[in-house]
C-alpha cells in the first residue's frame, strides 16, 4: 500500500532550523512529484515546496524562497524539507503528499498524503 510518513517537526525559537522528513513506501520516487504542503489553524492548506525526484526539478512557494530547501534521496525513498530562519508564521502542520505527474503548489492535485508533522516556531 503507498504510504507517506512525515518526521521532524518540533518546537524550535525564531530564526532556528529544522528538518522535515517523508518517507514513501509501496512505490519509488523515481516518476513521482513530492509536495510539501502546510496548514495552520483556521487557514487554508497552502503549497510550501515541491521537487520531481527523477528530474531534479524544484519550486517554493514565495514566502519561503531563500529559507527552505527541498531535496531528495531516491536510496532512501526519502525526500526531505530543510527549514532555516523560521519565523512565528511558519507555525503550522506541514505535509508530505505525493502525485504521478508535474511539480505542483495545489493541494487538489495532489492524490496521496502523510499524516502530518507540527511544527511550532515561537520564543
Known amino acids: 500500500q503507498l504510504q507517506l510518513v512525515e518526521s521532524g517537526g518540533g518546537l524550535v525559537q525564531p530564526g532556528g532550523s529544522l528538518r522535515l522528513s517523508c518517507v514513501a513506501s509501496?512505490?519509488?520516487?523515481?516518476?513521482?512529484?513530492i509536495g510539501w504542503f502546510r496548514q495552520a489553524p483556521g487557514k487554508e492548506r497552502e503549497g510550501v515546496a515541491c521537487?520531481?525526484?527523477?528530474?531534479?526539478?524544484?519550486n517554493y512557494a514565495d514566502s519561503v524562497k531563500g529559507r527552505f530547501t527541498i531535496s531528495g534521496d531516491n536510496a532512501k525513498n526519502t525526500v526531505y524539507l530543510q527549514m532555516n530562519s523560521l519565523k512565528p508564521e511558519d507555525t503550522a502542520v506541514y505535509y508530505c503528499?505525493?502525485?504521478?505527474?508535474?511539480?505542483?503548489?495545489?493541494?487538489?492535485?495532489?492524490?496521496?498524503w502523510g499524516q502530518g508533522t507540527q511544527v511550532t516556531v515561537s520564543s
Open positions: 509501496g512505490f519509488t520516487l523515481d516518476y513521482y512529484t
Open positions: 521537487i520531481s525526484v527523477s528530474g531534479g526539478y524544484r
Open positions: 503528499a505525493t502525485r504521478r505527474y508535474a511539480c505542483s503548489l495545489y493541494a487538489s492535485d495532489f492524490n496521496y
